[in-house]
T-cell receptor, first 110, second 115 residues
Framework: GQSLEQPSEVTAVEGAIVQINCTYQTSGFYGLSWYQQHDGGAPTFLSYNALDGLEETGRFSSFLSRSDSYGYLLLQELQMKDSASYFCAVRGQAGTALIFGKGTTLSVSS | ETGVTQSPTHLIKTRGQQVTLRCSSQSGHNTVSWYQQALGQGPQFIFQYYREEENGRGNFPPRFSGLQFPNYSSELNVNALELDDSALYLC??????????????FGPGTRLLVL
């Protein structure tokens, strides 16, 4: 089966940098994704790593180490609007369906 | 916005009733997945449809069933509703074999309350 572990909560201040870690156990690996979800909203795609290394998209970066079954999401220059839940997810064996972690709630204060 | 729409937005049912939720996928996407998200949890995979066939299922009982239509829209049906079925139901569309490992584009969800 598959399982993912990530911290339940992270707090930070505006302008800071925060890293959200994710470790996973899978029977087969098809890439690690990150999604953001604001309260009452739909999850939205942030990034995807299929190979080891760092992927950068604006203020957000995501890292993957397949040998360690580990990845992280790095958020820079935090803004109040970044307050949300962040989920790491791996693809299940069924097509493109995702298996999600329980999510990390990020609270950004001024 | 992703272009994925869901209806209704909210629904209240009682135990034992049946419910049908609907989803229209993003234009060009041929795969639809359904997820259940309980409060404070991550989305849980229910099942996935590709070209009108179910091609994957999570750990949900048979009273959760679905359909995909030729235009790739989809329905989720839940029979014999239980209190624990109260959750946000999310539909996501994707393109099988697409870039990014089949990035999922989520609709706004249907919030179901079972009394």
């Amino acid at each position: 089966g598959q399982s993912l572990e990530q911290p339940s909560e992270v707090t930070a201040v505006e302008g800071a940098i925060v890293q959200i870690n994710c470790t996973y156990q899978t029977s087969g690996f098809y890439g690690l994704s990150w999604y953001q979800q604001h309260d009452g909203g739909a999850p939205t795609f942030l990034s995807y790593n299929a190979l080891d290394g760092l992927e950068e998209t604006g203020r957000f970066s995501s890292f993957l180490s397949r040998s360690d079954s580990y990845g992280y999401l790095l958020l820079q220059e935090l803004q109040m609007k970044d307050s949300a839940s962040y989920f790491c997810a791996v693809r299940g064996q069924a097509g493109t369906a995702l298996i999600f972690g329980k999510g990390t709630t990020l609270s950004v204060s001024s | 916005e992703t272009g994925v729409t869901q209806s209704p937005t909210h629904l209240i049912k009682t135990r034992g009733q049946q419910v049908t939720l609907r989803c229209s996928s993003q234009s060009g996407h041929n795969t639809v997945s359904w997820y259940q998200q309980a409060l404070g949890q991550g989305p849980q995979f229910i099942f996935q449809y590709y070209r009108e066939e179910e091609n994957g299922r999570g750990n949900f009982p048979p009273r959760f069933s679905g359909l995909q239509f030729p235009n790739y829209s989809s329905e989720l049906n839940v029979n014999a509703l239980e209190l624990d079925d109260s959750a946000l139901y999310l539909c996501a569309s994707s393109l099988a074999g697409g870039q990014g490992g089949g990035t999922q584009y989520f609709g706004p969800g249907t919030r179901l309350l079972v009394l």
